[in-house]
């Protein structure tokens, strides 16, 4: 469950970003600055978490070749019909119920503001609205909303306050304050923020009222008299509040900050780079989605296309699905050799050879002879479409020689001429049918699992086996680690595993795979597959990740 590892680290940074305020910038009077860096830091505490440095993570990336071996013959163990009750189930359980219940708080502390608007209310200077609340001595604002008690003395003061309030938007940092806390109820330094946010609000409505009345003085007098009014809902601007009142009274009366004090809102901007850096570094994770300052050598997923079964000495078995990772800029393939319109039996064409003038500029060779045989129409098999209305299908090529001019035969080749005019429908792309139940699980854990750094320094290769049972919802549960290798390589797989959000079309029971991590350069390690795929029925398929240093 990614998301839930999304919210964790969010709410973490917004933590980190609340104590700076409340060691740097809590004492200081220029309000508006304090609140533009509450309000920034809840948007930044959201989007660090999605941002990447790509260059700090090279070495992870370069060169990686992943390869899915599946084991079309596996048996589950301990197949029963019992619901799993897992801790990850009862963390997601658990979060959306006190989500629910926050949010139904929400609606209704909204539905009562709602119905006291329907109240007795005047206009104020054309644009606000009064509204007077018989038999009682609150006082707040919602909004372009004053609601006022009759029994509230001195009222000219208090709705100057308040429209401070609602000049200054206050009500909509309280309500986005409040999606927050929907959202991360269970993070104490959101009801802390918003806190300390409502009580910026009251500093700068304070400031501007006192202004007005010219008398700090008589003003916080004025606030000590009336002290105990009744507050209003939580999403409102009261303008009774005993517990802030002394604080208001300090701050109306303290001495101004001087410039050299807005430089420690500078101090923000390290920060987002030390979590930045830690996002990168100290997260591993796949909802990673923007990657600044992206390593050269980057590489990305690429559709299962061939075997190749030289990448390690272990025998592998023949259910072998390679994924390669390439470069973002793809190089297509070079043409297939096309002869003339004119083309007989026997003739012989030329043909260049692409990989050896890449390879060596300096000694440059006949392009090579292909001789081509004609024959009955046929249909070009690997659908490469020409634009001469001629194409090669079949064509087997043995290599004659190992010498710089080899020759290059070709055995039953079948060319299809026809007219100018006419056109050769490509045929239909093959399909590929899934290898196993296992296999979306096995694309996400090679997609996502990265070689630590810890592992890559230590020049660490093995097999990590990890074991997971499929519950009869088709979810993954009871993830652990049989086997490791230490160095981060076993926390990284079961990271990998337990973030897959999709599902297992299997039968219920316990299962295994494994994580091979092997370094170019070095012995390749005796792969997992080889003996589990006969001595432990319950082995789903094995996962080889190469890597190799990025410079």
């Known amino acids: 469950m990614s998301w839930l590892h999304y919210l964790l680290e969010a709410n973490i940074y917004l933590a980190v970003f609340y104590l700076l305020y409340f060691v740097l910038l809590d004492k200081e009077t220029h309000y508006k600055l304090n609140r533009i860096y509450l309000l920034t830091t809840c948007v930044l505490s959201y989007l660090i978490p999605l941002i990447q440095i790509g260059a700090l993570r090279s070495y992870m990336y370069g060169g990686q070749v992943i390869t899915i071996i599946t084991n079309p013959n596996f048996k589950p163990i301990g197949t029963t019909g019992i619901f799993h009750f897992t801790l990850q189930g009862s963390l997601l359980y658990a979060y959306i119920l006190g989500t ?56 000219d003061t208090i709705i100057r306050h308040e429209l401070v309030h609602i000049n200054q938007k206050h009500s909509f940092d309280i309500i986005f304050l409040e999606l927050i806390k929907i959202v991360s109820w269970f993070n104490p330094f959101i009801y802390l923020l918003q806190r300390s946010l409502k ?122 699905m390679w994924l390669k990772l390439d470069t973002s800029k793809k190089i297509p393939p070079p043409p297939p050799p096309v002869p003339p319109k004119n083309a007989k039996s026997g003739d012989m064409i030329r043909v260049t050879d692409v990989k050896r003038s890449q390879a060596s500029s300096k000694n440059t060779k006949s392009p090579d002879v292909v001789r081509v045989k004609l024959s009955a129409p046929s249909t070009f098999s690997t659908g490469v ?114 973030a897959f959000p999709g599902t297992v079309n299997a039968t219920v029971g316990t299962y295994k795979l494994a994580v091979t991590y092997y370094l170019k350069g070095l012995e390749p390690p005796k792969t997992a597959s080889g003996d589990l795929f006969e001595k432990d029925p319950s082995f789903v398929g094995e996962i080889i990740i190469m890597g190799y240093p990025s410079k």
């Open 100 to 155: 629910a219940a926050m949010l139904i708080v929400f609606i209704f502390k909204i539905f009562q503001l709602v119905k006291l608007t329907h109240a007795q209310k005047d206009m104020l200077d054309d644009k606000y609205k009064l509204v007077t609340v018989k038999d009682s001595n609150t006082a707040f604002s919602f909004f372009n909303y004053v609601f006022i008690g009759t029994k509230v003395s001195g009222a």
């Open 385 to 498: 479409k020409s634009e001469d209305p001629v194409a090669i299908t079949n064509i087997k090529l043995a290599q004659a020689s190992a010498t710089s001019d080899k020759k290059i035969k070709i055995a039953d080749a079948r060319v299809k001429t026809e007219g100018a005019q006419q056109k050769i429908p490509p045929p239909p792309p093959p399909t590929m049918k899934p290898l196993s139940p296992f296999e979306a699980l096995s694309k996400y854990v090679a997609k996502y699992t990265r070689y630590p750094t810890r592992a890559f320094k230590n020049n660490l290769t093995g097999s990590v086996i990890v074991q997971f049972t499929v519950t009869n919802e088709n979810k993954l549960a009871d993830i652990s680690i049989l086997k490791g290798i230490g160095s981060g390589c076993d926390e990284e797989v079961k990271r990998a595993a337990t």
């Open 199 to 320: 009580t910026v609000h009251e500093y700068i409505a304070d400031e501007q009222t006192a202004a007005f009345e010219n008398d700090t003085l008589a003003y916080s007098s004025f606030l000590v008299s009336n002290a105990y009014g009744i507050s209003g809902s939580s999403i409102t601007h009261s303008f009774f509040n005993y517990n802030l009142l002394k604080k208001r009274i300090i701050m109306l009366n303290q001495k101004r900050s001087g410039n050299l004090a807005r430089l420690k809102y500078l101090a923000v901007i390290p920060v987002c780079g030390g979590l930045l850096c830690m996002s990168t570094l100290a997260f591993s994770k796949t909802y990673g989605w923007v990657n600044i300052l992206p390593a050269n050598n980057l590489l990305s997923l690429q559709t299962p296309v061939t075997k190749n079964p030289d990448v390690l000495k272990s025998k592998i078995p023949d259910t072998v």
